[in-house]
């Protein structure tokens, strides 16, 4: 994966993006690792969205129900197993695919999360598609979910895919855009046992 360096070692202090400083005014987002250095940026974007109504949690269902994510020995150890996810070498939780994840970072400020799975299962082919991403509420609509989708797609050829199924609610106007502007043909509006579904493909 062709990351830049991870900039966990930058202060975390004014972890809330409206607080913008000098540096921040730069706007170079990166795709980074999850690490447990980003922990108190982590936990400031995972208050913004409401209890229970969270879709962008990528990877929390690797977590033990009641973790509690201030303690950083479970946030690193939460971290240890999304870093896992991507590898082939044994099975995985729940039979899920092998999956890559990635934050959204800005200096040293956590944004967002996207992740690619390897492969498709019957979920997947249905309701879920290869892709995942969300943006933490602050955040929106400048652009980033878009850069993200673009920037995995390059990791998505690597892997030896030659195209990735994209699916989003279909009441998820900000979603089927971001996928639109990344190439993404609208296969079918399909109604599933998880709602009425955009299904997308994008050519690599
Ligand atoms: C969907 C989501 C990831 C978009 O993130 P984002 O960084 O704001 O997206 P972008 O800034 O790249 O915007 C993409 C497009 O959607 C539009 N858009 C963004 N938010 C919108 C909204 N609330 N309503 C309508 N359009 C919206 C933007 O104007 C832009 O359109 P354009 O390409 O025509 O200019 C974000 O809203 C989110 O995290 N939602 C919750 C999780 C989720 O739904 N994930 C996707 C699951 S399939």
Redesign the pocket.
């Known amino acids: 994966m062709r990351t830049r360096p991870d900039p966990g070692g930058l202060p975390e202090k004014n972890s809330n993006p409206l607080e913008r400083g000098p540096r921040y005014r730069r706007r170079m987002p990166q795709l980074i690792a999850p690490t447990p250095r980003l922990h108190a940026s982590w936990l400031a974007a995972h208050a913004e969205w409401a209890p229970g109504g969270d ?2 949690r990528a990877g929390l269902w690797l977590a033990a129900e009641g973790d509690d994510f201030t303690d950083p020995e479970v946030f690193a150890g939460w971290v240890a197993l999304l870093r896992d996810q991507a590898g082939h070498a044994r099975p995985l939780p729940g039979g899920r695919v092998p999956t890559a994840h990635w934050w959204i970072a800005e200096h040293g400020i956590v944004l ?1 999360a996207i992740d690619l799975r390897h492969a498709l299962d019957a979920f997947l082919s249905e309701a879920g598609g290869h892709v ?4 933490r509420p602050s ?9 993200a989708l673009g920037t995995v797609l390059p990791e998505a050829r690597l892997l030896g895919l030659d195209r990735l199924l994209l ?3 279909a009441a ?4 089927a ?2 996928i639109v ?1 990344n190439g993404g043909v609208l296969e079918d509006v399909r109604t599933t046992r998880h709602g009425v579904k955009n299904r997308y493909w994008i050519d690599l």
């Open positions: 879709p962008g967002g995942g991403y969300s943006v955040a929106r609509r400048r652009g980033l979910a878009t850069w699916v989003c609610d998820n106007t900000a979603s855009r971001v502007r």
